[in-house]
């Protein structure tokens, strides 16, 4: 299992690193503009993202969209010795980040303000690589499995992802946590009751 997750991981890593700087602006806007519409986003006050590194989605125009639209925006600070995260308010993303223990931007120490995680309405989860059942291939840490336990139960979990992220089968263990919905630069599908894919 391990061994093909490993595979997988780098079959996905690799795919997505040949995406040059041109392309990955354009999907994300693509991408940034269906988000928007979510009617998930629309009603959350409280939205946890992740902040991009390497080719990931750009995740920073849906940030700032939010926090123009007064919505709460809260993003990951890495406790790496007990493999946490601690969900802290942002507010000034110049003055908030910096590189912290894989080279991710995130809060510094001095201007974390720890948020609740029973007060977060939706989580943007990063990811790997995506089936279409809803299952997620992480990076390995465990970090976001653990940490969405913590959340009200219910509160919906999506990822934002490339096309050429999704791949016919995750292989997963009883503990990895499924997404509610994807989002990449050509659909949106729903794997929860609603089901849909437009």
């Known amino acids: 299992m391990s061994d093909l997750k490993k595979e997988l991981r780098h079959e996905v890593l690799y795919k997505r690193d040949q995406l040059t700087a041109d392309d990955i602006t354009a999907k994300s806007k693509a991408i940034t503009a269906k988000f928007l519409e ?9 939205i946890m993202f992740f902040i991009a ?11 700032e969209k939010s926090l123009s639209l007064g919505k709460t925006v809260v993003v990951p600070r890495t406790l790496k010795d007990t493999k946490e995260l ?8 110049e003055k908030d980040l910096a590189p912290g223990a894989y080279g991710i931007k995130e809060p510094l120490p001095e201007r974390t303000r720890p948020v609740e995680p029973k007060e977060i309405d939706l989580l943007l989860i990063p990811g790997v690589a995506f089936d279409l059942s809803g299952n ?9 499995d ?15 992802a490339f096309e050429l992220q999704v791949v016919d089968e995750v292989p997963v263990k009883e503990w990895d946590h499924r997404i509610d919905a ?10 929860n009751s609603r089901g849909a894919e437009s």
């Open 38 to 46: 979510l009617e998930e986003f629309q009603k959350a006050g409280v």
């Open 53 to 63: 590194y390497r080719n990931e989605v750009d995740t920073r125009p849906l940030i």
């Open 86 to 93: 601690i969900p802290s308010r942002l507010i000034d993303w």
């Open 136 to 144: 997620r291939l992480g990076y390995g840490g465990g970090y976001y």
């Open 146 to 160: 653990r940490f969405v336990g913590n959340l009200r139960p219910g509160t919906p979990s999506f990822a934002v």
């Open 182 to 191: 994807l989002i990449t630069e050509k659909r949106v599908v729903y794997f």
